[in-house]
């Protein structure tokens, strides 16, 4: 059996436009909202559940406060596209970026000149 292509996507000039474009309908079908201040920023919010994703060149960051809604997510794009979930294989999470009541030293020396 064999297919005949009637298109490339890869080599056109126009296959970045045509890749965010067919991701952008996806998002949107979902529940996103494109951003206006920058059109790689997509945000969902419904019943409580926030996800923020950003787009960049051929990746996805996403963020949000409900971890199942974010499966949930990812399974919808597994289904749309073909994508890997890297996730942070080698991050070790904890719940404060710093230790508690830490104290910060205090700057000795000259402020920085004004800039002309």
Known sequence: ???????????????PQR????????LE??????SLCDYSLFIFQRL???IVA???VDDLIMVGNNHAAIKRFKDYLH???HM???GLLGAKPALTPLEQNHKLALADGQDF???D
């Open 84 to 86: 890997k979930d890297l």
């Open 113 to 115: 000149p004004t800039p």
């Open 19 to 26: 890749w965010f474009a067919k991701l952008s309908r996806a």
């Open 48 to 50: 409580g559940i926030q």
């Open 1 to 15: 059996m064999v297919c005949k292509l009637r298109q490339s996507l890869y080599g056109l000039n126009q296959a």
């Open 54 to 56: 950003l787009v960049y």
């Open 79 to 81: 289904a749309c596209f």
């Open 29 to 34: 079908t979902y529940g996103f909202i494109q």
